[in-house]
């Protein structure tokens, strides 16, 4: 195989300019000086192009700026170490080490072996440091090269302590695969690895990985975890895949890469089975180790692939809907959070009627020329206008990043824009999200064109939002915008007109969504829906307000029902539950329902229920009695901008504590059944 790297395609220590860019030229420009590239140009379009659409900047001062290209003649790959850094999308911030790897525009698997392998090698602190200090190109190349060479993972198993081992002897007082006698001859502690995913790759993610970690632990059994959440994936090593005895994939998407663990016994669940059931999942990974007939991993060969591909496709469409929608909820939420927050603050220095001045105070005044009514009148408008400034960010937003989830950068100017029209044609919340839709899905659409060289730089900076702000902001204007508008505006007028027993019923209902999943989807619907209308709020229009006093309320319920019960009834919980009882006291005044989630993952067919009537109480007192909110977070922490805030906090008092009567009676009477009875029957087949 030719040479990846040579001492002509590294460069120490120089100035290659101040943008991706600029070392992305540069580097093309290396490649093809030594004659491994037929053009500049060609490659550099390309792997700016990859470059746009996602950031090749990683942890620790690195950035890996790839791609295929028709113009590579040879797998290349190219080196520079800078002397001042450029910034290529990390989060820890700019990178000085840069590695260009170039490949053949058929050449699939070598560019991914080669990224896989780079990739491996960079997340050891020695082999980066060893680079930065290096004082030579040959040094570099020498380094390179050893951590790309091939090594005999192949014949190789996992120790105890994680290191590899040669197959043979080793592996058999390991109790390793490659022992001599096969499978059966494997001795020791049973070794598992999982895959977590969540469509939002926020929280659920991480929690089942904890949860499984910790199931497995109490076992004895050792278990590692790959979490492909939003914060990104460390792939699980080989060795230790190879070494395992059966795999869970605790997931709501695609498991990328599932192809490594292939023939190995799988159990394949939600990823909230992974919060709510760890221990079960565990004991059912151990009994299909056992077990030769078990659900295994297909081996990923052409055939498999389309077999895999086509069981998946039904519910490929609607996993990307739940993400694109679910992606765009929680990019908006800080801006709903903070402005409704600075909007209640303004309220309550400035009063109702700050509402009518704000703009003229912020523009006229300043402290050496306060207003009429003083300071507090100013402050109030500035917080106010800042406040109403960021909300009107919400649609916006909301279109922008649902756009963004279903077609990446170049969605989100089409996503934004058909956001704001949205706004503009008073099409709400709804229309964000309809516009958003539609704006990812002509972006998505215009962006798998077929379109010559030269055009492609163009395509994701120009090309698609152009286009697609066109297409979804035109049809949200001549088409979709005035229908949309039309229902929310029935929806609003409908929701002021409620009163009495139907005012009743639908606190009943957010109640119960807030409680259902604790933070999941569900919860967030109900959630989002009281800050979409949140703006819509007036003093003469206080439904929307009432909406979300009721949503607050009720979220606050689970994990202060929990910490009632663990002090009301303490030998119905274990010593960990206890501990966390005395965090959710705060948890759940902040309004924050995950805090319930560990004593629903140990005991969700009490837990939820419970939850779930006491959020209903909450909700139903809650709009019986009028309370408002112009904040849409914080919990007691903002009372100030909380009306009748008396009945508030009566509300989730009444709430909080039916929960925690209704769990403690369910755990004491509600009695499961003996294990041996129930999942020890012999089942015939």
């Not at 550099?44 to 028709?70: N, W």
């Not at 989002?528 to 606050?556: D, E, K, R, Y």
Request: proline share 5%; net charge negative.
């Amino acid at each position: 195989m030719t040479q990846l790297i040579t001492t002509d395609l590294v460069e120490l220590d120089q100035n290659l300019g101040n943008s991706p860019e600029d070392v992305i030229r540069h580097l093309a420009g290396r490649v093809a000086a030594v004659g491994r590239a037929s053009e500049v140009e060609g490659l550099f379009t390309d792997a700016f192009a990859r470059e746009q659409k996602t950031a090749t900047g990683v942890p620790g001062g690195i950035a890996i700026p790839h791609c295929r290209s028709t113009a590579v003649i040879e797998p290349t790959l190219a080196m520079a170490r800078l002397s001042q850094k450029v910034d290529f999308g990390a989060k820890d911030g700019p990178a000085d080490l840069i590695f260009f790897i170039a490949a053949p525009a058929g050449a699939d698997q070598e560019h991914l072996t080669l990224l896989s392998k780079l990739a491996r090698s960079l997340i050891k602190k020695d082999f980066t440091g060893a680079l930065r200090s290096a004082s030579s190109e040959a040094e570099i190349v020498e380094l390179v090269e050893g951590a790309l060479a091939d090594k005999p993972a192949a014949h190789a198993a996992a120790t105890p302590s994680g290191e590899p081992v040669a197959s043979g002897e080793g592996a058999s007082a390991a109790g390793m695969p490659g022992a001599t006698g096969g499978a059966t001859a494997k001795s020791g502690p049973k070794r598992l690895v999982a895959v977590t995913a969540c469509p939002t790759g926020i929280a659920h993610t991480y929690m089942a990985a904890d949860s499984l970690v910790a199931a497995a632990q109490e076992v004895g059994v050792d278990l590692q975890v790959e979490t492909q959440g939003s914060s990104g994936a460390k792939p699980l090593d080989p060795a230790v895949i190879a070494a395992a005895d059966a795999v869970i994939f605790a997931v709501d998407v695609d498991v990328r890469g599932k192809e490594r663990f292939a023939g190995k016994p799988v159990i394949n669940a939600p990823v909230k089975r992974g919060i709510d059931e760890p221990a079960k999942m565990v004991q059912e990974a151990l009994d299909a180790a056992d077990n030769p007939n078990a659900r295994r991993v297909p081996h990923f060969g052409a055939e498999e692939q389309a077999e895999q591909e086509a069981a998946e496709k039904g519910e490929h469409i609607g996993q990307k809907l739940k993400r694109a929608l679910l992606t765009g909820v929680s990019y908006m939420i800080p801006f709903v959070a903070g402005g409704g927050l600075l909007i209640a603050l303004g309220f309550l220095l400035g009063g109702y009627d700050i509402t009518g001045v704000a703009d003229k105070v912020v523009v006229e005044n300043n402290f050496g020329n306060l207003p009429e009514g003083g300071l507090a009148i100013y402050l109030g408008a500035v917080m106010f206008k800042i406040g109403a400034l960021s909300m009107g960010f919400l649609v916006p937003a909301l279109g922008g990043y649902i756009a963004y989830a279903i077609a990446d950068r170049p969605g989100i100017a089409p996503g934004f824009v058909s956001g704001a029209v949205a706004g503009f044609m008073g099409a709400g919340f709804l229309g964000g999200i309809v516009g958003g839709l539609l704006a990812g899905y002509i972006a998505h659409v215009i962006g798998s064109w077929a379109v010559p060289r030269w055009l492609r730089g163009l395509m994701p900076v120009v090309i698609i939002p152009l286009l697609a702000s066109i297409a979804a902001s035109g049809l949200m204007f001549m088409v979709l915008g005035g229908p949309i508008a039309g229902l929310t505006a029935a929806l609003n007028g409908w929701l002021s007109g409620m009163t009495g027993a139907s005012a009743v019923v639908l606190g009943i209902i957010l109640g119960l969504m807030m409680c259902f999943d604790l933070g999941g989807p569900v919860n967030k619907v109900a959630y989002a829906f009281a800050v979409a209308g949140l703006s819509a709020g007036s003093a003469t229009n206080q439904a929307p307000w009432q909406i979300m006093a009721t949503v607050m309320a009720a979220g606050m319920v689970p994990p202060l029902a929990m910490a009632l019960a663990t002090v009301l009834d303490k030998k119905l919980f274990s010593l960990a539950e206890r501990e966390n009882g005395k965090a959710a006291w705060l948890l759940g005044a902040s309004f924050i329902s995950e805090g319930a989630i560990p004593f629903a993952a140990a005991d969700p067919l009490r837990v939820i229920p419970a939850s779930m009537v006491g959020g209903a109480v909450t909700g139903a007192f809650s709009m019986a009695f009028g309370v408002t909110s112009q904040a849409p977070h914080g919990g007691i922490f903002v009372f100030f901008a909380i009306g009748n805030v008396v009945m508030f906090i009566v509300s989730i008092l009444a709430g909080m504590v039916v929960t925690a009567l209704v769990v403690i009676a369910l755990k004491r009477w509600a009695v499961r059944k003996s294990v041996d009875t129930v999942e020890r029957v012999p089942v015939t087949v």
